[in-house]
């Protein structure tokens, strides 16, 4: 049996998103501060709201009462992290009926609330992996959660690679033995470049319309997500910050990074999601690397 979200529910959710947003921003800049020795870096806040002129899901400008929400947007340009971007948003309206057609339980009404957090991270090393991570909860007609994690180095590392993909078995083994090879499989087969027949990194985990008719223990499974996020990733970048690089290894980085670009403006829902709802165009795109190079 599913569920469906009551008003509580969301503000729940939406406060624990925040909250989320600011242990990984505490985090990165841990991080940031011990590799540069100096408190110099800090994160760039900017709280955005959806007002009706970005009303891009709404079919008339006669429901534009109906469409709001914001978010705020967190983004670091530092010497460990050359781009790091932790975004929350918390957004309600109605999709357009063509967008409609796609998401569950939107066919017959439009409706929707949808809150979350964002994150990628792309380092200025090509030896600390870059990474991403979402987890958002969506309610139409219907509740689900969605999200996930999945790293990308430049030159893969073994011990890495094996602690990584470790650290999310223990995670999802800790909810339901079926998660994870479920969801490495989504990753596996989500994070793919068709046009390139190639991965985008080594996978993670991928999850979406999860809705196991126990809205605590899917709330509990997300929180459990973002938390291995962050421990996960420290470990990684700490094992890897003080790597020294060569111009050839950075000129791989660069080039390596435009399949990153390739897939996030031709495949990455989230990057569809947002701009299909009116979102915050520099919000969605954050995901892009600041130098990026094709040969």
Same mark, same amino acid.
């Not at 501060?33 to 959806?50: K, M, S």
């Not at 223990?170 to 033995?177: I, L, S």
């Not at 223990?217 to 790597?243: C, P, W």
């Not at 403006?265 to 947002?274: A, C, E, H, N």
């Given at each position: ?10 503000? /729940? ?44 899901? /709404? ?9 709001? #929400?914001? #978010? ?7 010497? /460990? ?27 017959? =009404? ?36 969605? #999200? ?69 223990? =899917? ?77």
């Amino acid at each position: 049996m599913t569920y469906n979200a009551s008003s509580n529910d969301k503000q /729940l959710l939406s406060t624990w998103f925040q909250q989320l947003q600011s242990k990984i921003i505490e985090s990165l800049l841990k991080l940031e501060h011990q590799y540069a020795q100096n408190q110099d870096a800090q994160f760039v806040l900017r709280e955005w709201n959806r007002s009706a002129s970005d009303a891009q899901a /709404l079919p008339t400008s006669r429901e534009s009462h109906e469409h709001g #929400g914001g #978010g705020k947007s967190a983004t670091l340009k530092g010497s /460990l992290f050359e781009k790091a971007g932790v975004n929350f948003s918390e957004v309600f309206g109605k999709f357009s009926p063509e967008f409609a057609r796609q998401i569950p339980g939107a066919q017959h =009404d439009p409706s929707f609330w949808a809150s979350g957090v964002s994150v990628v991270i792309h380092p200025r090393s090509p030896h600390v992996p870059a990474i991403h991570m979402n987890t958002r909860m969506i309610v139409t007609n219907q509740t689900w959660f969605g #999200g996930g994690a999945d790293l990308t180095p430049i030159f893969p590392v073994e011990q890495d690679t094996l602690d990584f993909h470790q650290a999310l078995a223990d995670c999802c083994n800790r909810h339901n033995p079926d998660y994870y090879p479920k969801y490495k499989a989504w990753a596996d087969s989500y994070f793919f470049l068709p046009h390139r027949n190639e991965p985008r990194g080594i996978g993670g985990i991928f999850y979406d319309n999860l809705n196991s008719g126990n809205f605590g223990a =899917d709330v509990n499974f997300t929180h459990d997500v973002g938390q291995t996020f962050i421990d996960i990733y420290e470990i990684l970048v700490k094992r890897n910050m003080s790597k020294t690089w060569t111009e050839e290894e950075r000129a791989y980085q660069l080039m390596r990074r435009g399949r990153y670009v390739e897939f996030n403006l031709l495949y990455d829902r989230g990057t569809l999601f947002g701009l299909k709802t009116g979102g915050h165009t520099e919000s969605i795109l954050m995901s892009l690397p600041p130098e990026v190079s094709w040969p």
